[in-house]
């Protein structure tokens, strides 16, 4: 299905996150990947110990979770989503490699409005926690791709993937917040994008929201085990998996769908509950 074909996956944090499951999947259809995770850039200037522990130990979970998970052999390269050159060097180690790409799955996020599983309420976070969070979920997406397109590294006809959540669209039983402004960002993002690129290049831009997950740092971030099961009762299917969302991935980035502009949903029907 997906033989001769690359993809870049972002925000592979550890073995609970969704883009390796992805990855796998991927894998496992013949395809091969290139992953970008969160490390120590030469644009981290006057960093505190603190920081520099904190990234660096990021940087060392990721470099053992691709190893361990998906091989030796698999590309690794470090990206910060809150560094405009951090983005543009992503691209242009990917074209000095020679590594076209036939798409990318974009699964990057931040909140420093959540801490220890509580929520800062709306009103009570600033202006620059809103950016920060604006930046790094939805409009790194905009960047990540415009620099791929500039270094030629982006292929016409590709696709592109992202991971959403209904908080995007509905006040959720746990509180999100912050993040949802965010979300629902990305997903507007996705649609502008899908127009402006599916005309011009002829490359797909869809999103997808997931059920509620504790096997991700994202996920156990804001719930509680009370909250998955909650979830589970409330959907028709009961909650998806993992593999659900990755073999739904795999099923977008085959090469000549005309499948663009989307929020699909991969939660075993949680979205049509009330």
């Known amino acids: 299905m997906l033989h ?13 996150s969704l883009a390796l499951h992805a990855a796998k999947a991927i894998i496992e259809q013949g395809g091969e990947v290139v992953c970008a995770g969160l490390g120590v850039t030469p644009h981290h200037d006057g960093l505190s110990e603190k920081a520099r522990a904190y990234l660096s130990a990021n940087e060392q979970a990721f470099r053992d979770t691709v190893k361990a998970e998906l091989g030796d052999t698999t590309a690794i390269y470090i990206l910060d989503a809150t560094q405009e050159a951090s983005m543009a060097d992503l691209a242009s180690a990917l ?9 990318f799955l974009h699964s990057i996020a931040m909140d420093r409005t959540i801490r220890n599983k509580q929520v800062k309420p ?20 905009v960047r990540i791709t415009h620099h791929l397109l500039k270094e030629g590294v982006l292929l016409d006809g590709s696709s592109i993937c992202s991971l959403s959540y209904i908080a995007a669209e509905k006040v959720t039983f746990h509180p999100y917040r ?57 959907s028709p299917l009961g909650n998806a998996l993992p593999r659900d969302l990755a073999l739904e991935i795999v099923h977008l980035f085959q090469p000549g769908l005309r499948i663009t502009g989307e929020i699909r949903h991969i939660d075993g029907g949680y979205h049509v509950t009330g």
């Open 95 to 103: 074209k000095a490699a020679g590594t076209p790409l036939d798409g």
């Open 178 to 234: 912050n993040m949802s402004v965010a979300k629902a960002a990305l997903e507007r993002i996705t649609i502008e994008l899908a127009d402006e690129l599916g005309r011009s290049r002829g490359i797909r831009v869809n999103a997808l929201r997931f059920s509620p997950y504790l096997g991700s740092k994202a996920g156990n971030a804001t719930l509680e085990p009370t909250d998955v099961e909650k979830a589970a009762g409330m």
């Open 4 to 16: 001769n074909k690359r993809f870049l996956i972002t925000g592979i944090s550890d073995a609970g």
């Open 122 to 141: 709306l009103l009570e976070v600033t202006q620059k926690e809103f950016c920060d969070t604006l930046g790094v979920s939805a409009f790194s997406l």
